[in-house]
């Protein structure tokens, strides 16, 4: 498989996930509002469940946008500055976002790490660990694209081909 092909491949995942984390969402919030509404009553678990989805999707939408460089991101300078200059504060810019989502990936893996030596389930018996997992994953993948990117930028190639103008 070629590089290509597992970038591909990668995306979908990602979408898959993240449109299976959504469906799943909706329906355990439509379930909940049903039981409550119809049955005066509902299921326990739902509330902590959907409060780990919402961490899910977010954390997915993050992986999402990043990999098409349509994240949140503050680059007043690479507005104002002489095109010249533009290059160089966009790469400064992403190996700075690579350096603290590493920095964040490995905290979060410390953090799962200690989460699965002291397990607790979070609902219906899914151990934290498991929910937080996402994290450094998530973070992982980002710093990842924007190592790449920074690559990318310096060796005179867009970083995000996809990405719209500003």
Do not use: K
Request: net charge positive.
């Amino acid at each position: 498989m070629t590089l290509a092909g597992l970038q591909r491949l990668l995306h979908r995942l990602e979408d898959g996930l993240l449109a299976v984390a959504v469906v799943a969402m909706v329906a355990l919030a439509g379930l909940q509002i049903v039981l409550r509404a119809g049955f005066d009553g509902g299921l326990t678990w739902i509330e902590p469940a959907l409060r780990a989805l919402v961490l899910w999707i977010g954390m997915l939408g993050a992986v999402t946008a990043s990999r098409s460089g349509r994240h949140i991101r503050i680059d007043l300078l690479t507005r104002v500055v002489e095109p010249r200059w533009r290059h160089w504060l966009q790469g400064i810019g992403y190996g700075f976002t690579t350096v603290v989502c590493a920095a964040i990936a490995w905290h979060a893996g410390r953090f799962v790490r200690l989460e699965f030596e002291f397990p607790v389930n979070v609902f219906a018996g899914v151990p934290s660990w498991a929910v937080a997992l996402v994290l450094p994953l998530a973070f992982g993948l980002i710093g990842l694209r924007y190592l790449l990117a920074t690559v990318a930028l310096f060796r005179g190639r867009e970083p995000f081909p996809d990405q719209p103008p500003c």
